[in-house]
Structures are given as C-alpha cells and as structure tokens.
C-alpha cells in the first residue's frame, strides 16, 4: 500500500509563512505529478499548486507569487511553502499523488489526510 503523511501546517499569523511537507511511502515505483489543494470553509477543494516528476510547476493564479511547490523525488516527498499569508488561507490543505506501483501502465491517485493552515489576522 501506500501512505501520504502531510506535516506542517499549524498556527501562523498574517504576513506570516508556514512550509508544508508531504512524504509518499509504501510500495512505489515512481511518482508522476505530485500536488496540492485545499478546502477552505465554504468551498469545495481546489488546487493550489501541482509539479511534475521533471519539476515543472503550475499554480491557482490567485496564489502565484506567495506559494512555492518543490519536491524531493529522492526522498519522494513534497513541499509547499507559503509566505505572505492571509486568513483566507486558512483550510485543509491535502497533498496527492500520482502513483505507479509496478511495471504495467496503470497509475494510482493517493490522496493524504490533510493538515490545518490556520492564518490569524
């Protein structure tokens, strides 16, 4: 099987930055894309920022320029670093992967448990 284990999120005050970890483990291949999303109150989950196994990034347009998705495909884990915080931030947020587990072509989607981001004003 496999696990997503997020960590990181916490407490942070407005203006503030939290880093966000998010470590893939169990039996894997290799990792195509790997991303994040958040729930925040009142809305569906969305994305926030996604990567490539060659590590191109793509992001929700509304958050360009304060989150930054990296991974480390050693370590098969994956980052969000969020600066420049706002209370609207504050939500779930889950990480997910995209998953092969054996030498067919199949691929899994893993989904983690989520962390809470609250951002205070």
């Known amino acids: 099987q496999v696990q997503l284990v997020e960590s990181g999120g916490g407490l942070a005050q407005a203006g503030g930055s939290l880093r966000l970890s998010c470590a893939a483990s169990?039996?894997?291949?290799?990792?195509?894309?790997m991303g994040w999303y958040r729930q925040v109150s009142g809305k569906q989950r969305e994305l926030v920022a996604a990567i490539t196994s060659g590590g191109v990034a793509n992001y929700a347009d509304s958050l360009k320029g304060r989150f930054t998705i990296s991974r480390d495909n050693a370590k098969n884990t994956v980052y969000l670093q969020m600066n420049s915080l706002k209370p609207e931030d504050t939500g779930v947020y889950y990480c997910?992967?995209?998953?092969?587990?054996?030498?067919?072509?199949?691929?899994?989607?893993?989904w983690g448990r989520g962390t809470q981001v609250t951002v205070s004003s």
């Open positions: 169990g039996i894997i291949l290799s990792i195509n894309d």
């Open positions: 997910n992967a995209d998953i092969k587990r054996d030498y067919s072509s199949r691929t899994y989607i893993y």
